[in-house]
């Protein structure tokens, strides 16, 4: 894939704070004749589909938490774009760190709906605690050896999401 190695993207924190989110990059930067990135399929390599299902990808993650921008268990932190598409309850995944891994990975990670998600991470805001962040860690253990959920159905990760603004 060539360098560099980590792949860093600017991700909403906190009360959707910004922050660089590290990950050992699993993409080449391929580009079609317009100069747009090519589809996630079409970019992911071999090594990247190990990373990812394996979450080795996630490593560089630990930064993130040693330097209080993420936390081992909270909802994932999504793209920056994303912020101004949910709806006041779905943005409520802010009110909390977020995680390198959440409920919403451990119930289905990409294979669930966005809205599914979203209602997931929305309940881990309203119900976490330490018994059950140390039950998401174990449950994500078993995800990584199981290989479930890695991307939907059809997608090489996960399509993007398009809003719930209205709902």
């Not at 990808?57 to 101004?84: A, T, W």
Request: proline share 6%; with cysteine.
């Amino acid at each position: 894939m060539g360098s560099p190695v980590f792949f860093k993207q600017k991700r909403p924190g906190l009360h959707g704070k910004p922050f660089y989110m590290y990950k050992f990059r699993t993409m080449t930067n391929a580009c079609d004749c317009n100069g747009c990135l090519l589809p996630d399929c079409d970019r992911l390599t071999p090594l990247g589909r190990f990373l990812r299902a394996t979450s080795l990808d996630e490593l560089p993650e630990l930064f993130n938490v040693l330097k209080g921008d993420m936390s081992l268990v909270g909802p994932r932190p999504l793209r920056m774009k994303y912020l101004e598409l949910y709806s006041d309850e779905q943005a409520r995944r802010h009110d909390v760190i977020p995680g390198i891994t959440g409920w919403a990975q451990v119930n289905g990670r990409n294979s669930v709906s966005w809205e599914d998600k979203f209602k997931f991470d929305v309940w881990y805001v309203d119900n976490h605690n330490f018994l059950l962040d140390i039950k998401i860690l174990f449950l994500t253990v078993k995800q990584v050896f199981i290989h479930d959920g890695i991307n939907a159905e059809g997608h090489a990760t996960m399509p993007a999401f398009r809003g719930s603004k209205n709902e």
